[in-house]
């Protein structure tokens, strides 16, 4: 996916690029310096820089078992019929409220297409039908995921925070 594809990536993905990783879906990139240009001041730590935590081996472990099966589910599950993106049901606000900070980083445009969406399956579970076969994600390599990067990012804010905390 280039940048001139961004249609599905939206702003973000124009202003920082695409991460693509073979057999995986592709990322949204975000500054890694998320510092004085990303988040308020009132949020921005002293050293000026987050650094990125290290993903746990027991979550990589299962990232890696957990993500071929869902990519062969993912074509019949409900959530592609109804048209909506991994990351829509994915990172879910009344489940972790984490994802209310992360999604109120991401851009306007997609924060809107992810309401419409949420919205339009709503609508299509209630008259129990389906989306048109142009508006579904029938791969999930196809999809990019737009939520995730802010979520991550959220993420190490948090660790960060708690490990000042202990200092």
Not at 17 to 42: E, F, Y
Not at 54 to 67: E, G, Q, S, T
Not at 129 to 134: D, H, I, M, N, R
């Amino acid at each position: 996916m280039s940048l001139t594809y961004t249609s599905q990536v939206g702003k973000t993905a124009a202003r920082f690029g695409v991460q693509h990783t073979p057999g995986r879906m592709a990322v949204a990139k975000i500054q890694h310096d998320l510092t004085p240009n990303m988040l308020p001041k009132s949020q921005v730590p002293r050293t000026g820089r987050i650094d990125p935590v290290p993903v746990k081996p027991l979550k990589a472990a299962l990232d890696k078992v957990m993500f071929p099966i869902m990519r062969l589910n993912y074509r019949t599950s409900h959530q592609a019929e109804y048209g909506l993106r991994f990351d829509d049901w994915w990172f879910n606000q009344s489940n972790d409220p984490d994802v209310g900070i992360a999604l109120s980083r991401i851009d306007d445009i997609e924060l809107q297409l992810r309401n419409f969406r949420g919205f339009r399956a709503a609508q299509l579970a209630i008259e129990r039908s389906v989306a048109p076969k142009e508006e579904r994600f029938s791969e999930i390599l196809e999809d990019s995921r737009y939520c995730k990067p802010w979520y991550d990012q959220v993420m190490r804010e948090k660790a960060e925070a708690a490990s000042w905390d202990n200092y």
